[in-house]
């Protein structure tokens, strides 16, 4: 027999460690589910009020209204009171003009004051817009009138990315439609002429070569170029006019050409829509030189326990799967209300100590960003790594500086040279784009002579491998394939 402490996790305590990393839509909707599934949680919304006035009764104001409203509905209109009288409609009423027609067609009363209708959400009444898949269908059912022949089709729409490649294997296909291959690329090369061309391309040469094609440019010539994007790619342009048989000219016309297609066509259809990325904190100055944190209370849930419908509820209930149903949607509604306090005072402490820690950050800019862990944070405000990172998950801040995520001010640092200070990475790799990009095209910069400037300019000791690293990661070509870039675009 041995007694011994262990931390075990109720399910409350673990759902409320899972709150602290939802974002704040996937909050409101955890929190909305709540709402329909616990009777004693209400939200705590400001109640409309035209829908209190509502409750209220009318009112002598609303009498006046409707009886001027039926007076106004027993008028003629304008136009016919000016043809009775044998004129114009504006030499008798100037600022009815055009107001008759407008009535006719929506067939509303001439007052509508006494009316507490919200107004409509101008969103719902907006199109969507057509998608590639049905836009290929309709073009498809054209094309094609043998039912076999549509089926391929449509699995050929089905197997394209959003970029309209075709991601399929032709061989797989047919296995899967218990069909020929011969049948497959038939059906292939004719569904290759739709619009917009470039559509069911399997690689990109094979899109540019389709939307030459459609406006007669692809000669042999630009076939031999199409068939060497590598060495384009890798600006080694000697070498690529000797195999394509062209002249420096020539080549520039056609890489002109090649600028104006569209290498990913399917893009230009709707997709899914795009989500507004709004911040959970906001950071201002303050009036005595320091920074105001706040949450943005606009996207935080309001929920309110209701213990005057418990207490009557609890009065009138009797077997006991009742009173246990209602002991549970009160504790989980306790809880409830007491975790999104917790999480809202827990990401506002987490977010003043970034910005306590970040404050040369907020006021020079990204240089002086300085390294920072989840460990340092949390033995700042006493959690624990995981709660820190749980908070900082899906969490956006807004700064003077912009709008960045949370895990952004976390970076790994990197030691000063002489004893300096620590450097963070991000630093590290907004000075190494500064100098790629200040670099003339007769002197490219090597990894090696990066490090080097690194450590003489900004006192920061790094090793080539870690510029290597970084300046990858910022899809930054090597100095071999960057010179060949700047000389070709100064003719050198």
């Known amino acids: 027999m041995r007694q011994a402490q262990s931390l075990t996790l109720t399910p409350q305590l673990m759902q409320s460690i899972r709150l602290l990393q939802l974002s704040h839509l996937e909050l409101n909707a955890f929190v909305e589910a709540e709402l329909l599934r616990n009777p004693l949680l209400e939200s705590a919304e400001p109640e409309n009020n035209s829908d209190r006035d509502a409750d209220q009764g009318p009112t002598g104001n609303e009498d006046f209204a409707e009886d001027l409203v039926q007076h106004g509905e027993h008028l003629d209109a304008a136009g016919d009171i000016a043809t009775s009288m044998d004129t114009e409609v504006d030499n008798v009423f100037p600022e009815q003009v055009g107001q008759d027609s407008v009535r006719e067609a929506t067939h509303a009363p001439a007052i509508r004051g006494h009316q507490s209708e919200d107004a409509p959400d101008i969103e719902q009444y907006v199109a969507s817009g057509t998608t590639l898949a049905e836009h290929l269908a309709a073009q498809t059912n054209l094309i094609f009138s043998h039912p076999a022949d549509r089926i391929i089709a449509r699995s050929l729409i089905d197997n394209l990315d959003e970029a309209g490649y075709l991601c399929a294997d032709c061989q797989q296909l047919a296995e899967q439609l218990g069909t020929e291959i011969e049948d497959v690329e038939a059906v292939l090369e004719a569904a290759q002429t ?261 450590s003489s300019e900004h006192g920061i000791e790094v090793a080539r491998r870690t510029v290597t690293k970084y300046r990858e990661a910022m899809n930054i070509p090597s100095s071999v394939i960057r010179r060949r870039q700047k000389r070709s675009l100064v003719g050198v």
């Not at 399917?266 to 005595?288: E, T």
């Not at 908070?391 to 807004?398: E, F, L, P, R």
């Not at 949370?406 to 040279?417: E, Q």
């Open 194 to 454: 739709c619009e917009p061309a470039g559509v069911f391309a399997r690689n990109v040469t094979e899109c540019l070569a389709l939307q030459l094609r459609e406006k007669d440019r692809l000669d042999p010539m630009m076939q031999g170029l199409l068939d060497n994007l590598g060495l384009l790619a890798n600006h080694e342009l000697p070498k690529l006019m000797k195999l394509v048989g062209c002249t420096a000219d020539d080549l520039a016309d056609m890489l002109a050409e090649l600028k104006r297609l569209d290498p990913k066509p399917g893009l230009r259809f709707d997709g899914a829509p795009a989500q507004a990325i709004v911040p959970d904190v906001y950071v201002r100055q303050s009036p005595d030189g320091g920074w105001a944190v706040e949450l943005n209370s606009d996207i935080l849930p309001r929920v309110l326990v209701n213990r005057t419908y418990y207490a009557t509820v609890s009065k009138k209930v009797r077997s006991p799967n009742e009173k246990e149903f209602l002991v549970d949607c009160l504790q989980t509604a306790n809880w409830l209300t007491k975790s999104l306090d917790q999480r809202a005072q827990t990401i506002l402490k987490v977010a003043t100590e970034i910005v306590r820690k970040q404050d040369a950050f907020l006021v020079h800019g990204v240089t002086h960003l300085k390294p920072m862990t989840l460990k340092m944070v949390a033995d700042e405000i006493e959690m624990h790594e995981s709660t820190v990172s749980r908070v900082t998950a899906n969490k956006y801040i807004s700064t003077p500086r912009g709008l960045f995520e949370m895990k952004y001010f976390f970076t790994t640092g990197l030691s000063g040279s002489e004893g300096g200070e620590d450097h963070s990475a991000e630093s590290v790799r907004h000075f190494i784009k500064q100098m790629v990009d200040a670099e003339s095209p007769k002197k490219i910069l090597s990894d090696d002579a990066i490090a080097a400037r690194m």
